[in-house]
Every structure is written in structure tokens, then in C-alpha cells.
């Protein structure tokens, strides 16, 4: 299990520091001891100029994880390949497929604006998986999430076309990203189509860790309806995260509801905002007083 883990808030749609950039849209950086893994790109360039005001070096990125074919999740993908050497993305194979939201006034393309096989040219080195998959030590991504609460479910305006057709969309390719640390898991969420509560216990069954540390994330709530939102508030509460880190698409109401519930085990990050673990246990020891010398001491004194 990892002792030390850095996630830094390159893209989301707050922002408080007058030198970053918000826009729709998510991107977190995970660092550890040996891995660097940057999970989403948001909708455009925005992380990456974010990272460069942040004096983070994206040189350092070893694998992209991506959550779902969104645009703002996905979009940012090529902007990437600007300043790295070829990098392994991994995802589900559906993320490509032309993806739609249904509005009012007609639909609305919302999948990812680029192409795969020009997105590859320049250095994409696409695995596609559907099943759990362990990237790295005791780093896992889920693969697809089973649908089991009857609460959570993905609403009629989203649709894609795998072919001709336009048909609905159960977004399939909705993926978390699972950390096993000592204290527990951190569990990374894009969007959390498959839903919140679905996604931890899939991640819980996958990792066999079922301690949880933080859930950081979309949740994806912001237009629904107060049942649903209370609902699943009500199961997080069940589960017992030490923190829960709404981001993106959470929305206030759902915020609210989540601070009124957990109180300060819920954080509010912004972008360039960073959670960290670290293990203090070798700090404390490494400074501990020598038996003998305590002993000496005690007996001077």
C-alpha cells in the first residue's frame, strides 16, 4: 500500500487565484514515490498552462487515465503530446464513440474533438480495457462499474451513435481511478455517471480495501433532483470517507448537503489546490530520542 500520494487540481470549474484558469472541466495529477499519472486533461489546454503557473513539469507524466469520452474530460488529450514522448492512455474502448446530449433546442455534440487515429500520430498509445486492470503498484482504474443501486442512473438526454442510429447512452465508459494507501482507498471520479455510490463499491470490491480515505470528484448532481441528491448523500454517509472532495460537476445543492452531513471531512478544492498523504511515521521515528538517552535524562533530571 502507498504511503505517500499527491493530487494536484490542474483543471476544474473553480478557481480563486487570479493566476489560473477554470473552465468546465476536470483534471487531477496523481503523484506518488515512483509514478506520475495524470487522470482527465479537462476541454482544452487550460491544465497545462495551469501546470506551467504551478512550476509543475507534465514532462514527468507516465500514464493518462480517462474517465469517459466527454469532451471536458477527454478534450484536452492532444495538447499533451506537445511536450511529452509518446505516453500509454488508457480508457474503454467506447470512449470514442460519437457521444450527444439531448437539450430544448436540439442535440448537442459532447463527445471528444478529436479523432483516434490522428490522436495516435502524435503519440497516444491507446489501451483500451473494460475489465479492472492494475496500472501500477496498488494503483488500479476500475474498468466498467455495475449499475446496482437503483437510485443512481443516467437520464434520457444522453445518447450516442456507436453506427447510424442515435441511441441512449448508459455511458459504459465511466471510470474511476482506485489508490490503495495505509489508510485507505482514495478513489478519483470524473463524472461518476455510473453514480457515486455504485462507483466506491465497485472500487471497494476491486481494491479488497473496505477502508476509504478520501473520494474526490464529479459526482455528477448538479441538476438533480433533492431525492436523489439525499439519497446518495445518505449512502456516503454509510460508506464513512474520512474525506470527501466534491469537484466539477457536483454542484452546490449537493455540496451543501454533503458539508451539512460530514462537516469539515468535506474539502473544497479549487484549481492548483493539492491533497496530500504522507506517512509521518518515519518522520517521528527517525527524530525519536535513543532509549538510552531518554533514560539519561530522565535520570539527570
Given amino acids: 500500500m502507498l504511503s505517500n500520494v ?6 476544474e470549474n473553480r478557481v480563486i487565484n487570479p493566476g489560473l484558469i477554470a ?3 476536470l483534471s487531477i495529477l496523481v503523484e506518488t514515490a515512483d509514478q506520475c499519472i495524470l487522470f482527465d486533461t479537462g476541454q482544452t489546454d487550460a491544465y497545462i498552462k495551469n501546470a506551467d503557473a504551478l512550476n509543475i513539469d507534465l514532462k514527468c507524466v507516465q500514464k493518462i487515465v480517462l474517465s469517459h469520452g466527454h469532451y471536458d474530460h477527454a478534450g484536452g488529450l492532444p495538447h499533451i503530446f506537445k511536450i511529452t514522448k509518446p505516453i500509454d492512455v488508457l480508457c474503454h474502448p467506447a470512449l470514442t464513440n460519437k457521444k450527444y446530449r439531448v437539450f430544448p433546442a436540439g442535440r448537442t455534440d459532447i463527445g471528444v474533438p478529436w479523432e483516434k487515429g490522428r490522436i495516435k500520430s502524435k503519440g497516444a498509445k491507446f489501451i483500451f480495457k473494460t475489465h479492472p486492470l492494475e496500472i501500477a503498484p496498488n494503483i488500479l482504474i476500475s474498468g466498467e462499474i455495475p449499475r446496482n443501486s437503483v437510485f443512481e442512473y443516467v437520464d434520457e438526454t444522453y445518447q450516442q451513435r456507436p453506427l447510424v442510429s442515435y441511441i441512449h447512452d448508459e455511458i459504459h465508459d465511466d471510470m474511476c481511478l482506485i489508490i490503495n494507501t495505509i489508510r485507505g482507498l482514495i ?8 453514480g457515486p455510490v455504485n462507483s466506491i463499491m465497485h472500487a471497494m470490491r476491486v481494491a479488497r480495501n473496505k477502508k476509504i480515505y478520501a473520494v474526490m470528484g464529479g459526482m455528477h448532481l448538479q441538476h438533480s433532483k433533492e431525492e436523489k441528491i439525499t439519497k446518495i448523500v445518505d449512502h456516503l454517509i454509510a460508506l464513512n470517507p474520512y474525506y470527501l472532495i466534491p469537484l466539477h460537476c457536483t454542484g452546490l445543492p449537493a455540496i451543501n448537503k454533503m458539508i451539512g452531513a460530514l462537516g469539515n471531512r468535506v474539502k473544497l478544492l479549487n ?7 504522507k506517512d509521518e511515521r518515519k518522520r517521528r521515528i527517525k527524530h525519536k530520542m535513543p532509549i538510552r538517552e531518554r533514560r539519561l535524562l530522565k535520570h539527570n533530571t
Fill in 23 to 25: 473552465e468546465q472541466g
Fill in 187 to 194: 478513489i478519483l471520479l470524473g463524472c461518476s455517471h455510473a
Fill in 271 to 277: 484549481v492548483g489546490d493539492c491533497f496530500e498523504l
Fill in 6 to 11: 499527491k493530487l494536484t487540481v490542474l483543471s
